[in-house]
């Protein structure tokens, strides 16, 4: 198996474990999908995207429909996403998603977590180019009629860098820039988009001493429970 595979094995357990948060952050995306392209899925990839991942999430159907309402609402605030960069302890290099209505309080609270912790909160560029941008796509696995192979020969000309199976289905990664191209060839297949989003991996990994990873763990930890953060992303070696 590849990077993708061993990255996404490594986070399957940390991220989003709190279900109120999950369905915070999905709420989040749902706004922002609204926002930017109406409040119909069958027009608006991006939310039929987060709408899955909803499902997915077993976030409740009257969460999903009143996210929506509230996105249509003209006085609801729009998030911004940003990217926020720095290192934690022992050199180890630390990528922010968040999305805001605020961005100088996000950048406040982010560079106190930090600074509190160890780290030192970087500049626009300072570790971003430590990490490949993918999409990635969980599939019914039922619905795929060709082995892994023949799957992966088939998706060539999306540049698709891994296939693999597991408990949840079959799961694609590819670069950040083929997901709508990938999306619309899945659903014009009729092969079901159990869940899809982005992730950022590294692409080395530091180890560390135990200490030294507790160190590092308290820092994003930190950083997780803020209310803007979607999610972080960092070069420590995964057990």
Known sequence: MGRAFEFR?????????AMAR?????????????????PNPDTNARLRAVMQNAKAANM????????????????????KEVLFEGYAPHGIAVLVEAATDNNN??????????????????????????????CNFRIKAEDVKVDLEELELDLLDFEVEEVFKDEDGIIIYAPFEQFGAIQK???????EILSSGFERIPTTTKK?????RADVELLLEKLEEDDDVQQVYHSLEMK
């Open 9 to 17: 094995k490594a986070r399957k357990m940390k991220r989003w474990s």
């Open 22 to 38: 999950t369905f915070t952050r999905i709420g989040k995306d749902i706004v922002m999908a609204v926002k930017e392209a109406g």
């Open 60 to 79: 409740p159907k009257d969460n999903v429909e009143r996210a929506i309402k509230r996105a249509i609402d003209k006085d609801t605030a729009n998030y």
């Open 105 to 134: 309080r996000s950048v406040a609270n982010i560079r106190t977590v930090f600074n509190k912790y160890g780290g030192t909160f970087g500049t626009s560029g300072s570790v971003v180019f430590m990490f490949d941008r993918t």
């Open 185 to 191: 060839y899945l659903e014009e297949n009729t092969i």
């Open 208 to 212: 560390l001493s135990e200490s030294e």
